[in-house]
Antibody, heavy 119, light 108 residues
Framework: VQLLESGGGLVQPGGSLRLSCAAS????????MNWVRQAPGRGLEWVSV????????YYADSVKGRFTISRDNSKNTVYLQMNSLRAEDTALYYC?????????????WGQGTLVTVSS | ETVLTQSPGTLSLSPGERATLSCRAS???????LAWYQQKPGQAPRLLIY???SRATGISDRFSGSGSGADFTLTISRLEPEDFAVYYC?????????FGQGTKLEIK
């Protein structure tokens, strides 16, 4: 199982960024996928989850209306579109595999991609 | 939103000792949807326990989870040097899923 995040970088406040997470080594279309972030020196914050087929999505209140999770099962990839970025969105963003249900723990994690929001 | 409060914030113990970490929820959480993760510096988190008491694949039987309702516990018997890390609880029964703030387990 491998999860490889990409797309992080430096962006100005109010800007946008799209993160990608390429999955391999398992049947991607059978699993819900999550994004979790960790601000520098801080704890974990769950961001969003998408069901195996993509029909159900859920978000943390802190990102609702600004972030959009999506997936392309033909490419084994999950995305996080981040708009209206704020300084407090600065964090290491992890992609994590859930289970066959949306309500599942996260058994596999990527190494993360760093997003820095600063002028 | 369910707030998870972990205690203590920092736990100082010696190898060979037993560690007891607490996670208290602001409202009742189904034990089917409570997990514990371990995170070491510079590494991604690792799932230890799901469903409050089931060990994830490959996790040592020195790790055990228990609890129900709003009170959950992670116990590590006979601490090994590699167990010193930060531990997080998480509920995932309904959105928004939330993590506790973490307990740092440090070597005394």
């Amino acid at each position: 199982v491998q999860l490889l995040e990409s797309g992080g970088g430096l962006v100005q406040p109010g800007g946008s960024l799209r993160l990608s997470c390429a999955a391999s080594g398992f049947s991607f279309s059978s699993y819900a996928m999550n994004w979790v972030r960790q601000a520098p020196g801080r704890g974990l914050e769950w961001v969003s989850v998408i069901s195996d087929g993509g029909g159900n999505t859920y978000y943390a209140d802190s990102v609702k209306g600004r972030f959009t999770i999506s997936r392309d099962n033909s490419k084994n990839t999950v995305y996080l579109q981040m708009n209206s970025l704020r300084a407090e969105d600065t964090a290491l963003y992890y992609c994590a595999r859930g289970g066959w249900k949306v309500t599942a723990s996260m058994g596999q994690w990527g190494q993360g991609t760093l997003v820095t929001v600063s002028s | 939103e369910t707030v998870l409060t972990q205690s203590p914030g920092t736990l100082s113990l010696s190898p060979g000792e037993r560690a007891t970490l607490s996670c208290r929820a602001s409202q009742s959480v189904s034990s089917s949807y409570l997990a514990w993760y371990q995170q070491k510096p510079g590494q991604a988190p690792r799932l230890l326990i799901y469903g409050a008491s089931s060990r994830a694949t490959g996790i040592s039987d020195r790790f055990s989870g228990s609890g129900s309702g709003a009170d959950f516990t992670l116990t590590i018997s006979r601490l090994e040097p590699e167990d010193f890390a930060v531990y997080y609880c998480q509920h995932y029964g309904y959105s928004p899923y939330t993590f506790g703030q973490g307990t740092k387990l440090e070597i005394k």
